[in-house]
Each structure stands twice: as C-alpha cells, then as structure tokens.
C-alpha cells in the first residue's frame, strides 16, 4: 500500500498548488496521522499544507489514526467506497476529532 498512499500525498501537493482556497484552509493546520492497516503500518505529518515525514511506522502519539485493512483502503482510494460509508459500516475507525476526520476527507 506504501505506493498508493505516496501517490495520494502526491495527489494532494498537486490540488495543494492548484487550489490556493483549498491551501489557505489547510495551511494553518498542523496534524500527525498515523495509518494502521493490520500488516502495515505508516505515519505522516501534515503543516503548512504539505505532507512531510511519510514513514513505514506509527508515531507514538498521532492526532489521527486511521485504522482499516489494506483492501478498504485501496477501495476509498479508487472510490469504490465512500468515506462516510465506510466510517458507518465500521470499515474504518478514526481515533481523533471529527473535525479531522472531516478533514481526512480531503484525500478522497
């Protein structure tokens, strides 16, 4: 999954330079993320609307953790399955503010 998930931070740098609104909102957002997905495990960093430290490891303590298995998440990531759907059919469980997980949306 480790490439899929680059290509989605790529994704998001990209809509990052093209939408300056999109920028102006998630600069001043400052959030580590971990995502679990059973046999895998990442973590990220997110300030100043760029996605930085993206590492094969969970960060001791994350604002965020997404944990799913790795075929949920390659469904959210073709759109197959939708973030809100996925959330209330349990197929994914965010620990953090809904805030975030709203912001997590972004991405999909």
């Known amino acids: 999954m480790q490439p899929r998930i680059q290509e989605m931070i790529d994704k998001f740098h990209r809509k990052m330079e093209k939408d300056p609104n ?7 957002l400052s959030k580590t993320i971990n995502i679990d997905l059973g046999s895998e495990t990442y973590s990220m960093k997110l300030k100043n609307a760029q996605i ?3 590492v094969p490891m969970l960060l001791q303590e994350a604002d965020v953790t997404l944990t799913t298995t790795p075929e ?25 503010k809904i805030d975030d997980l709203m912001f997590l949306k972004k991405f999909f």
């Open 22 to 28: 999109m920028k102006k909102e998630v600069e001043p």
């Open 52 to 54: 930085y430290d993206f």
């Open 72 to 96: 949920n998440l390659q469904a959210l990531i073709d759109g197959t399955l939708r973030p809100m759907r996925a959330f209330v059919l349990k197929k994914i469980q965010i620990k953090g």
